[in-house]
Structure formats: C-alpha cells, structure tokens
C-alpha cells in the first residue's frame, strides 16, 4: 500500500494519521515542532491544545454535545482520549491538556506504521497523497507553497488566548466556588464584583496597553474569539451580558447581589490551575497583571501564562477545495483543521478524521464519502462548500448548519436532531466499513 505524507502533528493532523495507521496505512508525520515552535505552539507534544482547555458542551441537545458523539460513534481516538482525561467543568467536556497531549504523543510514537519526521514541509511530494494539517498558524514557507498552488491570497483573522492563574494564588475569603442557579457540580471559581469595584476594572481595562499586531485588520476578529477589552470598548455594560455575567450567581461572601462576576475554568485535573473564562486578551503581560489583579480575588494572582494574539492562516474553502476537503487544482493534496476553514477543536479533530477516511477509501479504490446535512460532520462540510466565497469565513458546529426540523420546542427539536444524527452516522459507518 502506498505512504501517506500528514503535514502537522495538532488535532487535526494527530486524528488524521492515528486513523490511517491503525488501518494498516504507512504514514510519514511531519512536524516542525522542536525543531521550531509557532508562536502559540510551547510543548513538545502532539495534539497540543494551545488555549482554553475546553472542547465546549457534552449535553446533547446542543450541537457540541451531538458533534462529540457523532465523533465517538466514527471512532476519533482523539475524542476518546479527551473524555478519557477529562477535568470537571459542569456541562462542557473540558481536558488535561498536558495529559491529553502526551497519551496522543504516545499512541503516534508507539505505532509502527507512523513514521515521524521533525522538520518544517514547504513542499509537495508528487507521487504521494498529502494531508496539509498545519494549523491557524501555518509556517511562511508553507503558506507560500500553498498560494503557489492555490494561486490566491490566503484569508486571516485574529484569535486570543486566555491568561491562566495558579489556584493557591486566589483568594478565596473573595472568590467563592459556585455553578450558575446553583445547578450541577460548583466546578467555577467565581470572582464578584460590585458596581464601584466593576467600574475601576472597566475604566483600566479600556484605557489599558496592548501589544502591538502586525497586519492588524478589526474586521477579521473572529467572533467568539473577540479580546475581552475589545468586546469592553463596545460599551460600559458589554461585558456584563457577555462572559462576565452575574444572574444565576449569589456571593458567597457578601449579601449583595454581584454586579458582575469573573468565572474561572479548572485547567487540569488536580485542579492547580485555572483560567479566566472569556479573558481572551491582547493586553500586554504588564498591563495583564495589573489589570486582571484589580478582579477581587486575583489581587496576588500567580500568572502561569498570559493570553496572547495571534494570526490565523485559512483557505478559502468554496473556492480552493471539493467537498472531501481536497484541492480542487490537485486531488493529491487534502487540507485538514483549521486551515482548511472549519473553526475550533472539535471541528479540526473532526477534519482531520474526515479527511483520513476519504484518504483511505481514495488509496483503496472504494467511493469518497461525505455525509449529509442531517450531521454537525455533514452540515459543516455543506456549509463549507457552499458558503459565499466573498466574505467567507470559519465555521463551528451549530444547529443552523443543519437540514431543519420543524419543531416549535427547542428542547424536543434538539433532541430529534440527536437522534437524526445518529441514525444517519450508522447509515454511513456501514458504507465506510463496506
Ligand atoms: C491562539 C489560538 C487560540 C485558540 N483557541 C481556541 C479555543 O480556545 N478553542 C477552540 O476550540 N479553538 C481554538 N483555536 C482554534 C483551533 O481550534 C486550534 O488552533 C486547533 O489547534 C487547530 O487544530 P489544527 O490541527 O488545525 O492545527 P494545530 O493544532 O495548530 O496543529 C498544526 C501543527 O502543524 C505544525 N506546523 C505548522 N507549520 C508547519 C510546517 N510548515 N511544517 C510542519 N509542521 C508545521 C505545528 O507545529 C502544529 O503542531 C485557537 C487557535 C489559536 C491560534
């Protein structure tokens, strides 16, 4: 059988090649880490999850939780393993990243149809099928490469990363531990505010110093990525409807009612560090701990890695690639993860398995596979092939991407659309397994 050439070792490139060599597929992973790291990129590791340490909600009737089961039903090793370190975080599947990490790591080191390669790749080998997976942050030469075959600019955006503070440095005669409307496990670290206190904070956060970008372009802020003093500069009350939302909390420690509440996010499973949720920020590290350390509770906060900015590399998927995610100027070339379009975790871990089922059925002469809109995996591949090309941009796994139930009950339509899915991934497991 012929070799397979993965370029990035992350989610994606991680899922990709575990798939085919557990097929019996020869597969030459290549990374350019220890040799040189990204800017977001610090561990040795694969599959490094480089920010928030949560692959989002496991309730099934949200479309994260259906996304995840969707995965586990096609068997990603990497969604296993999530659930297998996972940390407890309420309803969302939140993971040991340095223990996620090193059991990926292990099971590619350990695999003997995976042959890995340090080294930065800004070439394609022709008699090879190639799964780029290099990720937002794609390395110049490779980007370079790319635009060469694809013969258009690539599209950007900017993503941030959150601080993470030592959990012995928090107060906790201020913070309190507490789940919103006192439901399920008080995972959460909460730090209230009252209005004056809420107000200092406010005023410093917008007026604060941030690090200089290259190339910044406001437009290109991705959403649900947006910098917690960008989203502040929208207004006095932004924040407080946004992540740093008080209802559904009482302060332990006050009678007051919370004007606002900064939640923090356990980071690992013995629960040492944690990270300020929706503190997504491109403050500089100084500005940072002053900052953040006017937060009641965090005034001697330990910071164990400040949040960060960074550029985000990403193709044009309407215009360059089919909708098994490969070139259309050359079916040897498949894009997994991010760079590919689709946007976050789960969605680049669902690519990379994607692409690696479609590589595996092209290597054996069996029809490419795709999936209907009745799936998250379906409907964001629908999405991404159909979408506008003039003002595309990454997507998530949300309900809209998919066929529509009517159904005026929120509750029970996001149930059929579990079900749906379910059915339609063991329609089309049968035919992967044909
Ligand atoms: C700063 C930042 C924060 C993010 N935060 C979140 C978040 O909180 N939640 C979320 O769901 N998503 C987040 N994302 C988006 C996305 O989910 C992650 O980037 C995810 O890791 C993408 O997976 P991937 O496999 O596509 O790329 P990566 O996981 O980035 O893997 C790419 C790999 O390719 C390697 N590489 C790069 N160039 C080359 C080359 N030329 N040759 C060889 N190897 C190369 C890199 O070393 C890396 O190991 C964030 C992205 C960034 C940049």
């Not at 008080?246 to 923090?264: C, E, M, R, W, Y």
């Not at 139930?405 to 991934?425: G, H, L, P, V």
Request: aromatic residues 10%.
């Amino acid at each position: 059988m012929k070799e397979v050439n993965v370029i990035g070792g992350g989610l994606a490139g991680s899922e990709c090649a575990l798939y085919l060599a557990n097929k019996g597929v020869k597969v030459n992973l290549f990374d350019i880490k220890t040799k040189q790291f990204t800017p977001a990129h610090h561990s040795d590791n694969f599959a490094e999850i480089v920010c928030s340490n949560s692959f989002k909600s496991d309730d099934i009737t949200t479309a994260s939780g259906v996304f995840k089961r969707e995965l586990t039903q096609l068997g990603s090793i990497l969604i296993k393993t999530a659930y297998k370190f996972s940390v407890p975080a309420g309803q969302a599947l939140a993971v040991d990243r340095e223990a996620f990490s090193s059991e990926i790591t292990r099971l590619i080191k350990q695999n003997k149809n995976i042959n890995v390669i340090c080294d930065e790749v800004s070439t394609f080998d022709k008699n090879a099928i190639t799964v780029v997976a290099t990720g937002p942050l794609t390395t110049k030469p490779m980007c370079d490469a790319l635009k060469q075959k694809l013969g258009q600019d690539f599209l950007y955006f900017y993503d941030a990363a959150a601080p993470i503070v030592s959990a012995e440095s928090i107060d906790m005669n201020k913070a309190f531990c507490a789940s919103r409307y006192g439901k399920g496990e008080a995972d959460y670290i909460n730090c209230a505010m009252d209005k004056a206190e809420y107000t200092n904070f406010y005023n410093q956060l917008i007026s604060a110093k941030t690090a200089q970008l290259h190339d910044f372009d406001k437009n290109h802020i991705f959403e649900s990525c947006m910098p917690v003093e960008i989203l502040a500069k929208r207004g006095f009350d932004a924040l407080r409807f946004g992540p740093l939302k008080p209802v559904g909390i009482t302060n332990l420690h006050k009678s007051d009612k919370p004007f606002a509440v900064v939640q923090l996010r356990k980071e690992n499973i013995n629960a040492t560090m944690y990270n300020l949720v929706g503190f997504q920020t491109n403050l500089t590290f100084g500005e940072q701990k002053r900052v953040f350390s006017l937060i009641p509770g965090l005034e001697q906060a330990e910071f164990l890695r400040y949040g960060v900015m960074h550029t985000n590399n990403f193709v044009n998927f309407p215009v360059c690639l089919d909708k098994y995610s490969r070139l259309k100027k050359d079916s040897n070339i498949f894009i997994a993860g991010q760079l590919s379009g689709v946007e976050g975790y789960v969605e680049s871990i669902a690519s990379g398995l994607y692409c690696a089922i479609n590589v595996y059925n092209m290597l054996n002469n069996k029809p490419l596979i795709s999936f209907s809109a009745d799936t998250i995996i379906g409907g964001l591949y629908n999405y991404l092939t159909n979408a506008n090309p003039n003002n595309f941009q990454p997507i998530n796994a949300n309900f809209g991407i998919l066929n529509p139930i009517s159904d005026k009950n929120k509750q029970t339509r996001n149930q059929k659309y579990y079900a749906r899915s379910i059915a339609e991934i063991e329609r089309v497991l049968k035919q992967i397994n044909a």
